[in-house]
Nanobody, 128 residues
Framework: QVKLVESGGDSVRAGGSLRLSCAAS????????MGWFRQVPGKGRQGVAS????????YYVDSVKGRFTISLDSAAETLFLQMDSLKPEDTGMYYC?????????????????????WGQGTQVTVSA
């Protein structure tokens, strides 16, 4: 059984930093990618950052480029999101996700529909 467990969420002031972690276990399928998604009340999940497992290529939503860094440990068991220069608009529940390979080439790697397994989320709150 696939299990994704996020941690590291907290309440911080604008300009601060957080490091989110996602521990993955029970994944028996070949993965194309893993990602971080943000959701705020009343809205759907938005892709924040994703990474291809095979070559480490990373993709970011425009609003976090230059501030967030996604990475995967060498065993591909822990996914990280380093969040610097945080802004109030970064507030939300952050979910980790895993996507199977092969995958639809027509879906962006930041599209939640590209991912099959999800964690329970960790809350990030950034105050002005």
């Amino acid at each position: 059984q696939v299990k994704l467990v996020e941690s590291g969420g907290d309440s911080v002031r604008a300009g601060g930093s957080l490091r989110l972690s996602c521990a993955a276990s029970g994944i028996t399928y070949k993965r194309c990618c893993m990602g971080w998604f943000r959701q705020v009340p009343g809205k759907g999940r938005q892709g924040v950052a994703s990474i291809y497992v095979s070559d480490g290529d990373a993709y970011y939503v425009d609003s976090v480029k230059g501030r967030f860094t996604i990475s995967l440990d060498s065993a591909a068991e822990t996914l990280f999101l380093q969040m610097d220069s945080l802004k109030p608009e970064d507030t939300g529940m952050y979910y980790c996700a895993s996507g199977k390979s092969p995958t639809s080439g027509t879906l962006s790697v930041l599209n939640p529909r590209k991912f099959q397994d999800w964690g329970q989320g960790t809350q990030v709150t950034v105050s002005a």
